[in-house]
């Protein structure tokens, strides 16, 4: 291990070796409560055009940790730059979120996954141009979605609270569904890889829509290539550090645990803390797990709750973290809050 590693307090929690105090970081840390984030992206044309504009790109990434002594920054990125990048249509829509043209059994075979990394050119010098601003103490997270999680757009068109068109393209088009889970994965292989190449510590795999599966579609949809994912990583970069979130597992959580190899766990705000700690392996670092609504509101609750997610993980190794990301209407000042209490008690 670097001397440099040895001085990233989050990367080494996420190797496994627990510390004083948990370290921290927020998902979405990167947006729109943050009113420098709003300034920079009005200098855009578009959010996509924010994610493949570098200079802009390493802004808003930096932001945060300007404003809180956070210990890590992540790359400020999508989930759906994969799509857009194997030629699927992708477009976010201002008060309706992102819009795809719903792919089909017969336009799987259309997507080009061979010029995807080209394409994505541009998020990767974002990361190297973080690389190069960051203090050597803090971490920097790549990250990309599961393949399901993005399959779940590619086929609906559009966000879903049950994912009920790419449950029936699995159910019905199961041959097709492999090649487009093939495709996925392997381009994610490939993206992370090169994420790690361009600097980044750590990278997360969000697998956000990890809920509404039984058992048997989790293990083919989430469990099969996310473990996919985290070998063909390991292949290419054996020592890499790889956070899964797979958002409302619930009980299946301890088989995405012990079956995935991931170096650490993030817990939805769903999952009860003393359910989690007995479930998964003593050593395995967790990640989470506050709801991001006790911020909105602050306060004593949100204190409160946090004391209890941090004295429930205080045995093993633990990052801080929301259980989902920041919302818009979070008041900053209950940020900075939450900051302190974890790093200061």
Not at 27 to 37: D, F, I, N
Not at 172 to 196: C, K, N
């Amino acid at each position: 291990m670097s001397e440099a590693t040895l001085r990233k307090p989050l990367l080494e929690t996420v190797r496994g070796k627990r510390q004083e105090r948990p370290p921290i970081w927020i998902m979405r840390q990167a947006g729109r409560y943050l009113p420098e984030y709003r300034a920079t992206r009005a200098k855009t044309s578009g959010f996509l055009d924010l994610c493949y504009t570098p200079e802009l790109a390493a802004e808003v990434t930096l932001q945060p940790l300007r404003r809180f002594d956070l210990d890590a920054a992540i790359l400020f990125s999508d989930i759906l730059v994969i799509p857009d990048a194997l030629g699927q249509t992708v477009r976010f829509v201002a008060g309706e979120g992102p819009q795809l043209d719903p792919i089909d059994p017969d336009s799987v075979d259309r997507l080009q996954p061979e010029g995807a990394l080209d394409h994505l050119a541009p998020v990767l010098e974002t990361l190297k141009r973080v690389k190069l601003a960051l203090d050597p103490e803090k971490t920097l997270i790549g990250f990309c979605g599961a393949p399901w999680t993005v399959a779940t757009y590619m086929i609906g068109g559009k966000g879903s609270t049950d994912q009920a068109a790419a449950r029936l393209f699995a159910y019905r088009h199961p041959e097709a569904f492999a090649r487009l889970m093939d495709v996925l994965v392997e381009t994610s292989i490939r993206y992370l890889s090169a994420q790690i190449e361009a600097g980044a510590d750590v990278v997360q795999l969000f697998e956000s829509w990890a809920l509404n599966l039984d058992e048997v579609a989790f293990e083919r949809q989430v469990l099969e290539p996310n473990r996919r994912i985290v070998q063909g990583v390991r292949q290419r970069h054996p020592d890499a550090a790889i956070i899964g979130f797979p958002r409302g597992a619930a009980g299946l959580v301890g088989r995405y645990a012990r079956e995935v190899g991931v170096n650490a766990v993030g817990l939805d705000y769903a999952m009860p803390v003393d359910f989690a700690d007995r479930e998964l392996p003593p050593t395995l670092t967790v990640q989470g797990n506050l709801d991001p609504l006790r911020v909105v509101v602050g306060g004593e609750q949100m204190l409160t709750r946090a004391r209890t997610i941090i004295e429930a993980f205080s045995e093993r190794p633990h990052v801080f973290n929301l259980g989902h990301g920041i919302v818009p209407e979070t008041p900053i000042e209950h940020v900075e809050q939450l900051v302190n209490l974890v790093k200061n008690g």
